[in-house]
């Protein structure tokens, strides 16, 4: 599903990641630790498409089969829209849209009708416990509740690879449980792939993998 291969970053004279190199199968959870300042973050960005590593012959990123470091930009983010779903630790919801208009946003830009998208995000939505909150706005949720409807934006166009940055990391013990287990009901009902990045060790554990990042790399 996944395979990089030498992939390096820096900012400046700071070399973040150091020629990281990863598998990731299909229907796999896998959890990335370490300390803050680790690259965890600068990783889950560069395999998500967000950033780019640095460009060099030995550099390889291939997602379902295509490499995506040879594709241009406007072919790269239609990739990202149609292959791939973020979750992060602030929902990121759009205070002026409800949730069902939030949840519907990545299939309008990957071209589906009005009708099918609300069809969508509708099923969604329903399947996450939110039926009764559909039209409500963000501000009218609980965090529990804002983070399910930015799950159910991350599944919308049926990616193949849901990557979450700390997806946990503001919300309560009890609904972060919650959220935790709805990651493992997703991937064994759709079959999505999941690469986390998380400070929180329960999460961690319960993933398939746990791979530990320090100083721009892993360690075993």
């Known amino acids: 599903m996944i395979k990089a291969q030498n992939i390096s970053k820096q900012f400046d004279d700071l070399e973040v990641l150091k020629s990281v190199s990863l598998t990731i199968n299909k229907g796999e959870i896998v959890a990335i630790v370490g300390a803050s300042g ?6 889950l960005q560069i395999l998500g498409l967000l950033d780019s590593p640095v460009k ?3 550099s390889q990123l291939a997602i379902n089969g295509t490499n995506v470091l040879q594709l241009k930009e406007q072919e790269l983010a239609a990739f990202r829209n149609k292959n791939l779903g973020f979750i992060f630790q602030f929902h990121q ?8 208009e939030n949840v519907c946003i990545p299939a309008f830009v990957a071209g589906k009708s009005k009708i099918e998208a609300e069809k969508d995000a509708t099923e969604l939505l329903e ?9 409500h706005f963000p501000s ?12 159910a934006r991350a599944l919308i166009n049926k990616p193949e690879v849901i990557f979450a940055d700390e997806p946990s990391g503001n919300l309560d013990t009890h609904t972060a449980e919650n959220l935790h287990q709805l990651f493992f009901k997703l991937r064994d ?24 990042m320090s100083d721009g790399k892993f360690i075993s």
């Open 38 to 43: 680790a690259g965890k973050t600068t990783l």
């Open 56 to 58: 060099n012959n030995n």
């Open 93 to 100: 919801l759009l205070p002026e849209f409800t949730a069902l």
């Open 127 to 135: 399947y996450l416990g939110l039926k009764h909150r559909i039209h």
């Open 140 to 151: 009218e949720l609980s965090g529990g509740e804002q983070q399910r409807v930015a799950v």
């Open 189 to 212: 009902t759709f079959g999505q792939t999941f690469v986390i990045v998380t400070h929180n060790e329960e999460l961690a554990d319960l993933a398939d993998r746990k791979l530990v």
